[in-house]
């Protein structure tokens, strides 16, 4: 009896990369999906080197996580098996960028089933600073709204959510 070979990580992605229905020309350019090779921050889909801002915010937030007083065990777990996908976006609820942030979860989605363990987790950063916490708040909702509507036209509701 021969063993069926499971997907790698590279199998998944290139998956993701193939199937992927968010494929407009504002989801391409939008995209930030990457991931740190133990150097620097790669971007996975598309050919562009991260930005230099796109790399601040990715060190920024390691050294947030790997602080010894940030308590969440399974991002320290993440981080360091490197089982994380990471995209540095202009704005938060910009309908294009949207279109890149759902472009990017798809694949994360996909690639993560070839991870190693249970600890994944997919990090969107936000280039425009907000200033209080209610906007902060309205700008979060206002982006899953986005999301969510992005989603629907192409999936159908789970009932089991």
């Keep these: 009896m021969a063993l069926e070979r499971q997907p790698s990580g590279a199998d998944r992605l290139a998956e993701a990369w193939e199937a992927n229905p968010f494929r407009s020309d504002a989801a391409r350019s939008?995209?930030?999906y990457a991931a740190y090779d133990g150097e620097?921050?790669?971007r996975m889909l598309e050919a562009a080197k991260p930005s230099v801002?796109?790399?601040i915010a990715h060190a920024?937030?390691?050294r947030f996580v790997e602080d010894p007083s940030f308590s969440c065990l399974g991002a320290k777990a993440a981080i360091q098996r490197r089982t994380y996908r990471f995209g540095h976006y202009r704005l938060m609820g910009d309908a294009t960028v949207s279109e890149g942030l759902a472009r990017d979860l798809f694949a994360f989605a996909v690639e993560r089933l070839?991870?190693?363990?249970t600890f994944t987790t997919?990090?969107?950063t936000f280039g425009q600073p907000i200033d209080t916490e209610k906007r902060f708040e309205r700008a979060l909702w206002h982006?899953?709204?986005q999301l969510n509507e992005l989603d629907r036209q192409l999936f159908d509701w789970d009932p089991a959510v």
Excluded at 114 to 117: I, L, N, V
């Design 40 to 42: 620097s921050l790669v």
């Design 30 to 32: 939008n995209s930030a």
């Design 122 to 124: 997919y990090v969107a």
């Design 53 to 55: 801002a796109e790399t």
């Design 143 to 145: 982006q899953w709204q």
């Design 60 to 62: 920024s937030f390691r």
């Design 114 to 117: 070839a991870f190693p363990g």
